[in-house]
């Protein structure tokens, strides 16, 4: 009788050690397994509370830089530190380009920005980020130019407008 007893708590253990051994095995693969889907929803999240309007554009500086205005609109406020990573498109349309970010402003072409009615350094809602872009020709009258800002997590807004 003490042999089948003995048997059986050596079974009963070797049972509960496997049992240990495989949830510790296979938990951390379960949980990691549902990173990539939080990880997505929280991207998800944020280009659902961004939202931005390309209000205005003109030339300035007789020609050789074009303002843009974009007003924040989403729920959203955007850091100063995401705005240069933000993209800009420009150029006459079916011929546009990237333009690179240069907060000096500097190198042609390139843009920069400054955020009206601003209190800290962030674009808040409602406020209005004011771009100056230096394109690498000046902006010929009657010619279609296109538009586009794209922010740092792919929200974007695309206008068109002439040179007048």
């Not at 949980?31 to 554009?57: C, K, V, W, Y």
């Not at 546009?96 to 042609?108: H, K, M, V």
């Not at 962030?122 to 771009?131: F, H, R, S, V």
């Not at 690498?136 to 974007?156: H, L, T, W």
Request: hydrophobic fraction near 40%; charged fraction near 20%; proline fraction near 5%.
């Amino acid at each position: 009788m003490s042999g089948e007893a003995i048997s059986s708590a050596i079974l009963t253990i070797a049972s509960i050690i496997c049992a240990f051994s495989f949830v510790s095995v296979v938990y951390p693969s379960v949980i990691s397994a549902g990173d990539p889907i939080i990880s997505r929803t929280n991207a998800m999240g944020d280009q659902i509370q961004t939202d931005f309007e390309i209000l205005h554009e003109t030339t300035a500086d007789e020609g050789s830089e074009v303002h843009i205005w974009v007003k924040n609109v989403g729920p959203k406020g955007i850091s100063s530190g995401l705005i240069p990573r933000s993209d800009l498109f420009f150029g006459e349309v079916g011929k546009f380009e990237r333009i690179p970010y240069d907060e000096n402003g500097s190198l042609a072409p390139c843009w920069n920005y400054s955020i009206e009615q601003n209190n800290d350094d962030n674009w808040d809602k409602g406020e209005t980020l004011q771009i100056r872009l230096k394109p690498v020709d000046v902006p010929v009258s009657r010619v279609k130019y296109f538009i586009k800002f794209s922010a740092y997590n792919g929200v974007s807004e695309e206008a068109y407008f002439t040179v007048s």
